[in-house]
């Protein structure tokens, strides 16, 4: 067991981006907790090109008579991502893998199948595009409590504040970081942020470690002091108790049961279960930094009135990136995140379709003369968002 000063010492991290000093988040929780105002987006310029695509999409699924949710390919997905998961720790818990190499082997394993879960089938629920059944999406999307996260965080700081104002400094909490991470051009730079290109990834790595341990508790009070869970027709006490609930049955199933039923060492239990972490982190910190934080995308400002002087449409548009889209089994393994562009046109229609439907974008942005920002490869795109944040070091 930690003690409490090395707790105190570990980490929080926002989502998808950086771990963060617990002391340190609990400092800048001061800042968090400002009652929320949405800016608008007042520009009406481009207007036509935003009622042009969504047509094209919408004569693209009547025309083929297919839904924009799931279809019965995603439950054969379901299994797979979820056995990616649970197998793995069903053989830890058979005894056959008492080596510190075997138990280590199968919680790296088992961090493949957490990013896959979160990547392919959480991410769809909570944007309540994996079913046409509401009831299916809302207990599928605990499949994120189930793997050590929560389910309302996610709602409001990746589907609402992320999505409605994507790269926007202060209302995007994706970007916002700590101070040895440099994430936008508005946050100061300091001298440490010259090597972030190379620590970051470290970080990133602490992802789902940081969600487990203290940041969604943490987090969750943020969101109540700014009302952003009134917001979601929820209580504080209501999601508290899911998450000490979710919590105490993450652990007791990824750690406790394994300690007392493996003769291994508890060291190497442990390290095991914070390499599953690690794994997850990184693999999930791939997929959606590339996605915003490169050098094509911009970082739009709030004007005076607190508003953003763009139309929604062309503003995401301007702030995302794919990568890597002609690779259909790198797209399927990290649930259609690679088109990111139509992800973020269309939350709501469920990942299978993005490939179908980004010619249509890609061509209604050329004939609109917007951007439309894709990298050839996902290694491309891994090496723009490092020379990112390479610049944002030294400027």
């Not at 400092?27 to 036509?48: C, D, G, I, W, Y």
């Not at 936008?184 to 470690?209: D, E, S, V």
Request: glycine share 6%; proline share 3%; with cysteine.
């Amino acid at each position: 067991m930690m003690s409490s000063s090395v707790r105190c010492s570990y980490f929080s991290l926002y989502e998808q981006n950086a771990s963060i000093f617990l002391c340190i988040f609990a400092l800048k929780l001061q800042n968090m907790t400002k009652a929320f105002t949405a800016p608008r987006f007042v520009s009406k310029s481009k207007a036509e090109f935003t009622k042009t695509l969504n047509k094209r999409v919408e004569k693209y699924f009547k025309e083929n008579g297919i839904s924009k949710k799931g279809n019965w390919k995603m439950i054969i997905k379901f299994i797979l991502v979820f056995a990616a998961y649970f197998v793995p720790f069903g053989f830890m818990l058979t005894g056959n893998f008492q080596s510190a190499a075997g138990v280590l082997g199968l919680y790296f394993l088992m961090g493949i199948g957490q990013s896959l879960i979160g990547l392919s089938i959480m991410h769809d629920a909570n944007h309540g595009s994996l079913s046409k059944n509401r009831k299916i999406n809302d207990i599928v999307s605990y499949s994120l409590n189930l793997i050590g996260g929560n389910s309302i965080n996610w709602k409001i700081q990746h589907n609402f504040l992320h999505h409605s104002f994507t790269n926007v400094h202060g209302m995007d909490e994706d970007i916002s970081s700590i101070p040895i991470l440099r994430f936008a051009p508005q946050t100061k730079r300091l001298a440490i942020h010259k090597f972030q290109f190379l620590y970051a990834w470290f970080f990133y790595g602490l992802m789902t470690f940081s969600w487990t341990v203290a940041k969604d508790m943490i987090q969750l009070v943020s969101f109540d002091k700014r009302g952003l869970l009134k917001m979601q027709r929820t209580t504080f006490a209501r999601e508290m108790a899911i998450i000490v609930v979710s919590k105490i049955i993450f652990y007791a199933y990824t750690l406790v049961i394994p300690l007392m039923a493996l003769e291994t060492a508890w060291y190497w239990v442990f390290l095991g279960w914070v390499l599953m972490h690690i794994v997850s982190g990184v693999i999930l910190a791939a997929i959606f930094q590339p996605a915003h934080v490169v050098k094509e995308t911009e970082y739009p400002e709030m004007n005076e009135e607190g508003n953003v002087e763009n139309q929604w449409t062309i503003h995401q548009l301007s702030t995302t990136m794919n990568f890597a889209p002609t690779s259909e089994l790198f797209s399927y393994f990290v649930g259609g995140l690679n088109f990111q562009v139509e992800h973020h046109l269309f939350p709501h229609i469920c990942h299978q379709h993005y490939k179908a439907i980004a010619p249509i974008v890609e061509e209604t942005c050329k004939e609109f003369d917007v951007p439309y920002y894709s990298k050839k490869t996902f290694l491309g795109a891994v090496v723009d968002h490092t020379q990112l944040l390479y610049r944002f070091g030294r400027a």
